[in-house]
């Protein structure tokens, strides 16, 4: 079973930067792929950005691949999603998820209905 908690959220200006993190408790193998999502408000939630625990691999949603980066601390068995050059468009709640990596290495959904585990979300807005 693993847990997951993110923190980081909370309200910035346009073009202004944040990083989010997420922590995870109980085992942490290399087997896992940690993925970013995103829910908007009257939206329906999608990938952001994610990486292989076991490898240096990440994997950006199209429009983010130049504003965000994903990083880990394996020590610290956290993630992190540092983003810049926020837009209010931007503003949403930010999940962070965990897959085996074998369920998820070809793609996941839009949604990443593929993830086993969530966290409970940190939201982050943006101000014009």
Do not use: H
């Not at 193998?29 to 076991?54: D, H, M, P």
């Not at 130049?66 to 956290?78: G, I, L, Y």
């Amino acid at each position: 079973q693993v847990q997951l908690v993110e923190s980081g959220g909370g309200l910035v200006q346009a073009g202004g930067s944040l990083r989010l993190s997420c922590a995870a408790s109980g085992r942490t193998f290399r087997s896992y792929t940690i993925g970013w999502f995103r829910q908007a408000l009257g939206k329906e939630r999608e990938f952001v950005a994610g990486c292989n625990w076991g490898d240096d691999r990440t994997y950006y949603e199209y429009s983010m691949k130049d504003r965000a980066t994903v990083s880990r601390d394996d020590a610290k068995s956290t993630v992190y999603l540092e983003m810049s050059s926020l837009k209010p468009e931007d503003t949403a709640i930010y999940y962070c998820a965990a897959a085996l990596t074998t369920r998820v290495q070809y793609g996941s959904s839009r949604s990443g209905t593929e993830y086993d585990y969530w966290g409970q979300g940190t939201q982050v807005t943006v101000s014009s």
